[in-house]
């Protein structure tokens, strides 16, 4: 199953709010990562927040990591039309092995005008 | 390049025929990454390189997937005897070290009729 799990699954919100997304996952993590994906384009990567930090800001970013919760989420403060977008958090355990990220299944953000 | 490059962005095969997919990473980055990605669906693995070995096959569905990376930089995922449930869209990303930000290309959508 899937390490990491996005919720929502859709967001709809107007322009200027903030939004809001979860992950949560369930191993011991080295570090979490949110993407962001355009339709029909690859993943950008947003933020990386390590485990042993509990919040991280770039920008209008801000992201959370509750190690004892197996947890994170993604804020996007004042929001623009432009960051319409699926949301992917991605962990590093080593859940089946190896390095790689696994990623959850996304929260689609719409922001309309 | 600038980025990581995946050709071709669209590939329509049919069922029982082999497809080569290719990916060039960011030069100089040891880590290369394989996913899959079906229709709203997140982000399934499943090869790993680091430099031009694969410590993590883990993802491959089946016999059918291979992938190979030679010099450290170009990879090709093959898919042999293609059928329908091999339809998706395959990301390949790179990065300068396990564990650190990936760097996606913007995909190769397969469809297979």
């Known amino acids: 199953s899937q390490q990491g799990e996005e919720d929502p699954q859709a967001l709809s919100i107007q322009e200027g709010e903030n939004a809001t997304m979860n992950c949560s996952y369930k191993?011991?993590?080295?570090?979490l990562q949110w993407y962001r994906q355009n339709s029909g384009r690859g993943l950008v990567h947003l933020i990386l927040?390590?485990?042993?930090?509990r919040e991280k800001h770039s920008g209008r970013l801000r992201v959370t990591l509750d190690t004892s919760k197996k947890s994170s989420s993604l804020l996007i403060t004042a929001s623009r039309a432009a960051d319409t977008a699926s949301y992917f958090c991605?962990?590093?355990?080593?859940?089946?092995?190896?390095?790689?990220?696994?990623f959850g299944t996304g929260t689609q953000l719409k922001v309309e005008l | 390049g600038a980025g990581v490059s995946q050709s071709p962005s669209n590939k329509v095969t049919e069922k029982g025929k082999d497809v080569e997919l290719r990916c060039d990473p960011i030069?100089?980055?040891?880590?290369l990454y394989w996913y899959r990605q079906s229709l709203g669906q997140g982000l399934e693995f499943l090869i790993y390189?680091?430099?031009?070995?694969?410590?993590?096959k883990s993802g491959l569905p089946s016999d059918r997937f291979s992938a190979e990376r030679t010099g450290g930089s170009v990879s090709t995922l093959t898919i042999q005897r293609t059928q329908q449930e091999d339809s998706a869209v395959y990301l390949c990303?790179?990065?300068?070290?396990?564990?650190?930000?990936?760097?996606f290309g913007n995909g190769t959508r397969l469809t297979v009729t």
């Open positions: 191993t011991s993590i080295n570090n």
């Open positions: 390189f680091q430099g031009n070995s694969a410590p993590d």
């Open positions: 991605a962990t590093d355990g080593w859940a089946g092995g190896g390095n790689k990220l696994t």
């Open positions: 990303a790179s990065s300068s070290a396990p564990n650190s930000p990936l760097h």
């Open positions: 927040i390590r485990s042993n930090e």
């Open positions: 030069s100089g980055h040891t880590a």
